[in-house]
């Protein structure tokens, strides 16, 4: 290829002969660069996309979102779970829904209050923490929730299939 103006070609041939080679780079000190913690590793990356379901604290009745990575098609895994302020939850989960298989297996468990377990009203489709679930008042045993943005009772109904919420990043 002949060489032209917008191009700069290096050939081996071109270095100095008699320059002294450049000497070698020192080893790094202990402090000089940040070690890796469990947290970098689960920040999603911007090229898979992450979905965002909103949900409210049982227990305290503040927001915080619980972020999937959607890690094969369809396979959504637990990245994160942090408070928001209210302003953001009053924004809404947005008008995104995701469908597949919510894999519960790295959920720290509600940021606010510590419980276990991420439920999902269906009356108003906000995320829940196990702080909502009472004991029924039937006696039988049974577990029923009380949501605190719409204040509905429900009973437990098995694995969500969908959710309500953000998609970030990009769709592939």
């Given at each position: ?141 049974e577990m029923i929730l009380r949501c605190p943005t719409c204040g509905k009772l429900g009973k437990l109904a098995g694995a969500v299939a969908t959710a309500?919420?953000?998609?970030r990043g990009k769709k592939g």
């Amino acid at each position: 290829m002949p060489p032209d103006d917008d191009v700069l070609v290096i050939d081996f041939d071109d270095e100095d002969a008699g320059k002294e080679p450049l000497p070698p780079v020192p080893a790094a000190s202990p402090n000089e660069f940040p070690e890796i913690t469990p947290q970098m590793l689960a920040e999603p990356s911007p090229l898979t996309p992450t979905f965002e379901v909103f949900a409210r604290c049982g227990t305290t009745k503040n927001p915080f979102v619980v972020r999937f990575q959607e890690t094969e098609k369809g396979i959504w895994h637990v990245v994160a779970a942090e408070p928001v302020n209210e302003a953001k939850a009053q924004a809404g989960p947005g008008p995104q829904q995701a469908a597949g298989t919510f894999s519960l297996d790295h959920y720290p468990g509600c940021p606010l209050c510590g419980m276990d377990g991420l439920l999902l009203c269906d009356n108003c489709g906000v995320g829940l923490c196990g702080g909502a679930l009472e004991q029924s008042k039937e006696g039988k045993g049974e577990m029923i929730l009380r949501c605190p943005t719409c204040g509905k009772l429900g009973k437990l109904a098995g694995a969500v299939a969908t959710a309500t919420g953000r998609v970030r990043g990009k769709k592939g």
